[in-house]
C-alpha cells in the first residue's frame, strides 16, 4: 500500500549541507512512524534518526545529534532529513522507511522502504 519515493543526495564537500526527501503515496504518512537509516562502506544498515507514530518524539543517533534533522510536512506527505556540517563519514546510501509500530529504529521492523539515495562527502 504504502510507497516510498527518496530525491536528494549527491556529491558534497566536507562542512556542506544536503536535505533528503521521503515522499509517500497510498498512505497518510502522518499515521507511520519514519525511520532514516544510513549504510556506510562495508557497513551495517543503522538507524541514524527516527520520528514516533505516537507523538511525533524525535530521536538522533549520537553522531548525527546537532548536525541533521528529521521533519514532518503533513501537507506535503513528506518527511524530511535536513544534513548539515557533513562529514566523510556520513558517507554511504540513506533509506527512509516506515511502519505502523511506534518507532522504526531497526531494519527489522521496517514494513516499508524508500529505494536509496546516495551521499558522497568528500574532504
Known amino acids: 500500500q504504502l510507497q516510498l519515493v527518496q530525491s536528494g543526495g549527491g556529491l558534497v564537500q566536507l562542512g556542506e549541507s544536503l536535505r533528503l526527501s521521503c515522499a509517500a503515496s497510498g498512505g497518510n504518512l502522518g499515521n507511520y512512524a519514519v525511520g532514516w537509516f544510513r549504510q556506510g562502506p562495508g557497513k551495517e544498515r543503522e538507524a541514524i534518526a527516527g520520528i514516533s507514530s505516537i507523538d511525533d518524539k524525535l530521536y538522533y543517533e549520537d553522531s548525527v545529534k546537532g548536525r541533521f534533522t528529521l521533519s514532518r510536512d503533513n501537507a506535503k506527505n513528506a518527511v524530511y532529513l535536513q544534513m548539515n556540517d557533513l562529514k566523510p563519514e556520513d558517507t554511504g546510501s540513506y533509506y527512509c522507511?516506515?511502519?505502523?509500530?511506534?518507532?522504526?529504529?531497526?531494519?527489522?521492523?521496517?514494513?516499508?522502504w524508500g529505494q536509496g539515495t546516495e551521499v558522497t562527502v568528500s574532504s
Open positions: 522507511a516506515a511502519d505502523l509500530s511506534a518507532w522504526v529504529l531497526t531494519p527489522q521492523v521496517a514494513r516499508y
